[in-house]
């Protein structure tokens, strides 16, 4: 069973950057797939980043392509993702998930997840 925790958000104006980290617990997170997935209010959880064990996939949103990069490194047991070119409509909380068998973008599927983290951009 996977606990993980979310750090790194804030405020930033547009143009800005952030990284968020998501510490996990336990010995098998070099086998779990890992992804960012974010909500605004009044909207539904969504699809940001994935990464798989070896970190040899990733995958983005076509929102988010091209300005942030998911990574992870498995000897800290963390996976962060580097947010370049903010806009204000990546205001969000943004949230870790794990999975032992699903690399997929829908929310559901995921089984572990962090509580989250603010992110706000101001124009």
């Known amino acids: 069973q996977a606990q993980l925790v979310e750090s790194g958000g804030g405020l930033v104006q547009a143009g800005g950057s952030l990284r968020l980290s998501c510490a996990a617990s336990?010995?098998?997170?070099?086998?779990?797939?890992m992804g960012w997935f974010r909500q605004a209010l009044g909207n539904e959880r969504e699809f940001v980043a994935r990464i798989s064990w070896s970190a040899g996939l990733t995958d983005y949103a076509d929102s988010v392509k091209g300005r942030f990069t998911i990574s992870r490194d498995n000897a800290k047991n963390t996976v962060f993702l580097q947010m370049n070119n903010l806009k204000p409509e990546d205001t969000a909380v943004y949230y870790c998930?794990?999975?032992?068998?699903?690399?997929?973008?829908?929310?559901?599927?995921?089984?572990?997840w962090g509580q989250g983290t603010q992110v706000t951009v101001s124009s």
């Open positions: 998930a794990a999975d032992f068998a699903h690399y997929s973008s829908n929310p559901k599927l995921w089984d572990y």
């Open positions: 336990g010995r098998t997170f070099s086998r779990y797939y």
